[in-house]
């Protein structure tokens, strides 16, 4: 060996895209994504202008589309519901004859057998105030009066044909409301997506748009503060204790320390929602040239993965997914 040149070299594992393939860490299967769906009430398909490719679907567009991720191996769909009328405790989130709760049905009944069939359990999209929650005397979220709103939203959800109901609004106690109520009412094999730790993010703004958000203000009352990183890994246990079947951390892109911290402790799948604002920084970028679209869009679902991320909700799910059987040569 000639002194003073490595014998360990690394890149011998690079040096060809076989290779590469080869040895990869962490790779996409179509089976680990899960693509978020907005239904809303109308005959055509709605553009969100900051969210490029992506549609508020009428009930019959939807159906198309979950038909298409079905044949692309999708693990599942999470379904938003934008109702036309809201008031202030939401009851469209509980009307069976509710965007949302009809939504679920059109979509079990077509793909039940071959997707998780998802819901978002929440009333942001619901009330003309725009928050997660029923407000107090002094419009202050409400977090126990919010709870039975929510028992009564998964009894909903659960009627309609929901396999995996996303609780997604923060509220303390959150989980444990739910499970008590879905056991009690007969569904207690329907399993629980806690969204564990999510965070007051600037990340969420085209999410507001795709749901017609009414909100004023903020939700730092309930989501968590960006810089708290402990804090993540205490919400994840809690909702884990009260019986929580996945836990997910959202954002994904500026928290993937505490996706990997959670990853570390639970010992329930950990997911990981790759949000609006992350989806329009890529594209914005992209179509201003700046970035390779493709490679970015990859790599940023790629880093959720590796970060430890069992399943990834993205928006770019159907596309990523047709990308890998074309590059599989199916």
Same mark, same amino acid.
């Given at each position: 060996?000639?002194?003073g040149?490595?014998?360990?070299?690394?890149?011998?594992?690079?040096?060809?895209?076989a290779?590469?393939?080869?040895?990869?860490?962490?790779?996409?299967?179509?089976?680990?994504?899960?693509?978020?769906?907005?239904?809303?009430?109308?005959?055509?398909?709605?553009?969100?202008?900051?969210?490029?490719?992506?549609?508020?679907?009428?009930?019959?567009?939807?159906?198309?589309?979950?038909v298409e991720?079905?044949?692309?191996?999708?693990?599942?769909?999470?379904?938003f519901?934008?109702?036309?009328?809201?008031?202030?405790t939401?009851?469209?989130?509980t009307?069976?004859?509710?965007?949302?709760?009809?939504a &679920?049905?059109? @979509? #079990?009944?077509?793909?039940?057998?071959?997707? !998780?069939?998802?819901?978002?359990?929440? /009333? +942001?999209?619901?009330?003309?105030?725009?928050?997660c929650?029923?407000?107090?005397?002094?419009g202050?979220?409400?977090n126990?009066?919010?709870?039975?709103?929510?028992?009564?939203?998964?009894?909903?959800?659960a009627e309609?044909?929901?396999?995996l109901l996303?609780?997604?609004?923060?509220?303390?106690?959150?989980v444990?409301?739910v499970?008590a109520?879905?056991?009690g009412?007969g569904?207690?094999?329907l399993?629980?997506?806690a969204?564990?730790?999510?965070y007051?993010?600037?990340?969420?703004g085209?999410?507001?748009?795709?749901v017609?958000?009414?909100?004023t203000?903020?939700?730092k009352?309930?989501q968590?503060?960006?810089?708290?990183?402990?804090e993540?890994?205490?919400?994840? &246990?809690?909702? @884990? #204790?009260?019986?929580a079947?996945?836990?997910? !951390?959202?954002?994904?892109?500026?928290? /993937? +320390?505490?996706?990997a911290?959670?990853?570390?402790?639970?010992?329930v799948?950990?997911w990981?929602?790759?949000?609006?604002?992350?989806?329009a920084?890529?594209?914005?970028?992209?179509?201003?040239?700046w970035?390779?679209?493709?490679?970015?869009i990859?790599?940023?679902?790629?880093?959720?993965?590796r970060?430890?991320?069992?399943?990834v909700?993205?928006?770019?799910?159907a596309?990523?997914?047709?990308?890998?059987?074309?590059?599989?040569?199916?």
């Amino acid at each position: 060996m000639n002194q003073g040149f490595p014998a360990i070299r690394p890149r011998r594992l690079r040096a060809t895209p076989a290779m590469r393939r080869l040895t990869a860490e962490t790779r996409l299967n179509p089976a680990e994504l899960i693509l978020p769906l907005f239904v809303r009430e109308g005959t055509e398909p709605t553009p969100i202008t900051s969210m490029p490719g992506v549609v508020q679907h009428t009930l019959d567009s939807v159906r198309r589309v979950v038909v298409e991720a079905a044949e692309l191996g999708l693990g599942g769909v999470m379904i938003f519901g934008v109702p036309s009328v809201r008031d202030a405790t939401g009851t469209g989130a509980t009307d069976p004859g509710g965007i949302l709760n009809l939504a &679920t049905r059109v @979509i #079990a009944s077509e793909v039940g057998d071959a997707l !998780v069939v998802q819901t978002d359990l929440c /009333l +942001d999209e619901f009330t003309d105030h725009g928050h997660c929650g029923v407000l107090d005397a002094h419009g202050r979220v409400d977090n126990d009066a919010t709870l039975i709103r929510y028992a009564d939203m998964a009894i909903a959800q659960a009627e309609a044909g929901s396999e995996l109901l996303g609780l997604s609004g923060m509220m303390d106690g959150q989980v444990a409301a739910v499970r008590a109520a879905l056991d009690g009412a007969g569904f207690a094999d329907l399993a629980i997506l806690a969204y564990s730790a999510k965070y007051a993010s600037a990340f969420y703004g085209p999410f507001r748009e795709a749901v017609q958000s009414t909100l004023t203000g903020d939700r730092k009352s309930y989501q968590m503060e960006p810089g708290n990183r402990r804090e993540g890994m205490l919400e994840a &246990t809690l909702d @884990i #204790a009260e019986g929580a079947d996945i836990v997910m !951390v959202k954002p994904a892109m500026s928290y /993937l +320390d505490v996706l990997a911290d959670v990853k570390a402790a639970s010992p329930v799948p950990v997911w990981a929602y790759q949000v609006s604002g992350e989806y329009a920084m890529i594209e914005a970028a992209a179509a201003n040239g700046w970035i390779d679209r493709d490679r970015a869009i990859l790599e940023s679902v790629i880093g959720i993965r590796r970060a430890g991320a069992d399943a990834v909700l993205t928006y770019w799910a159907a596309e990523l997914a047709r990308n890998l059987r074309t590059a599989a040569g199916a």
